[in-house]
């Protein structure tokens, strides 16, 4: 009987608690305040997915409009259509994989050439060759064009000088003249994002200054207002576009600049050379003026320095000199980001954010904070879904092989953000993408 009785006291303490459990409650998926129907994405590289250092199927299908557009579908979004490479050709514009590893650990990465949707060149007098791709003629809710500035929107002979835009104009070059922003409000829609803007600094920066310029603070704030007015403009049925937009984020701090350092250069150099004190740049001093020095740790070096050319003979006036190691023969500026081109693109970055911010608030805009959340991952590192990532080359989880644009799951932990910011303005309840369900790096 005493057995019996112990039983059900613990039967009791079981209902008990069972009845006692809070009853978990998940929002149901809603618009909220806005009409999803037609979702365009307008933006660069980052927008077109762009990643491993080129435009392909598989980045254009795990673009982060792509995967904001898939999650969209629960609350009234709409078809999201991309101007993809065919299967036949979809290695696009050729990017970079990863084929083995050195001695060193280091990985071997390998140009991929096969299967590219390269139908020619064209030359432009005073600005060089124009990669041409396969046309693209269907309905196109990804405007994303690789190369494409804020700079640059309302410039008609933008579809003869950039073949990633070229492709998706019915003409051939050199006889475009549409405009961007006039080619993406051709029809109505009735949401949309911008990331805008990152290349008005980024091309400067991987440009080591010395390729590009940074757009002008006065111009960007002028076009960032024009092209919002123009997004948010009532459509033929009266209704005013909503919109959620970006901030640039900080380009100095990723792996492109981060991962080849001078500290390594230097380490490198005097196992060879234990007098070597450092390797000399030729940096800014100030407006167009440069100089050589020592560089510092300050100065960043890109990731597609050939560090194998540091020491090698250059002819000089004074005879062979080893290069990189005397004033005569400092590292090409192509080759470094010196601590003053840093100051100014880093000055550059947040004029623009204050730009995009300000108009963003004027227009009732949501706004994904990228730079800080970008800084934020560089600092701190993130996990995701239970899975851990940072801001490192190839390890890191987010970047992919070319130090600047991002990799799958990169591309889905960003279009989280933005749904995070869209839902947080708009009372909207847009499920966010299962981080775990997309790829990293591939390795062999």
Not at 116 to 139: C, E, H, M
Not at 358 to 385: C, I, W
Request: charged share 10%; proline share 7%.
């Amino acid at each position: 009987m005493k057995f019996l009785k112990q039983h059900l006291y613990i039967i009791a303490g079981l209902l008990l608690i069972t009845a006692c459990k809070p009853e978990i409650k998940t929002p149901k998926p809603t618009h909220g305040s806005v009409d999803f129907s037609r979702y365009i994405s307008i933006g660069n590289s980052l927008t077109a997915g762009y990643s491993n250092g080129g435009l392909y199927l598989q980045g254009q299908q795990n673009s982060y409009p792509s995967i904001i557009a898939q999650q969209m579908q629960s609350v009234g979004g709409g078809v999201f259509n991309q101007p993809l490479f065919s299967s036949a050709q979809a290695n696009g514009s050729g990017y970079v994989q990863i084929t083995g590893f050195n001695a060193d650990g280091t990985p071997i990465i390998t140009p991929v050439t096969t299967n590219l949707a390269v139908r020619g060149q064209y030359t432009v007098p005073g600005f060089g060759n124009v990669i041409l791709y396969t046309k693209f003629s269907g309905d196109i809710e990804n405007y994303g064009v690789p190369g494409l500035k804020l700079e640059q929107i309302t410039y008609a002979p933008l579809g003869n000088l950039n073949g990633f835009y070229e492709r998706l104009l019915p003409n051939d070059a050199p006889t475009n003249n549409t405009p961007y922003l006039a080619f993406v409000t051709a029809k109505p829609f009735t949401f949309f994002s911008n990331w805008l803007g990152n290349n008005d600094a980024l091309l400067y920066a991987v440009s080591g200054g010395a390729g590009d310029v940074l757009t002008d603070e006065t111009l960007f704030a002028q076009l960032d207002n024009y092209l919002i007015s123009t997004l948010t403009a009532k459509n033929a049925n009266g209704v005013s576009p909503k919109g959620v937009v970006a901030t640039v984020p900080d380009v100095t701090s990723i792996p492109y600049f981060n991962t080849v350092t001078v500290g390594a250069i230097v380490a490198g150099v005097q196992k060879q050379a234990p007098s070597v004190k450092g390797i000399y740049i030729n940096a800014l001093v100030s407006g167009t003026t440069y100089a050589p020095r020592l560089a510092t740790a300050s100065d960043l070096i890109v990731l597609t320095f050939p560090t194998s050319m540091v020491g090698k003979p250059v002819n000089t006036p004074y005879g062979p000199l080893p290069y990189g190691l005397t004033p005569v023969t400092p590292i090409d500026n192509q080759y470094v980001l010196d601590v003053n081109e840093v100051a100014l693109v880093r000055e550059h970055v947040l004029s623009y954010n204050s730009t995009i911010k300000s108009v963003a608030a004027a227009n009732g805009l949501a706004v994904f904070d990228a730079y800080t959340f970008l800084n934020n991952v560089q600092k701190y590192g993130l996990m995701e879904d239970g899975i851990g990532f940072n801001s490192a080359f190839v390890t890191g989880g987010i970047f992919s092989l070319d130090g600047v644009h991002l990799t799958p799951r990169g591309y889905a932990i960003v279009a989280n953000e933005f749904i995070k910011a869209i839902n947080a303005k708009y009372g909207s309840n847009i499920p966010l993408a299962n981080i775990a369900g997309y790829t990293g790096l591939l390795f062999p």
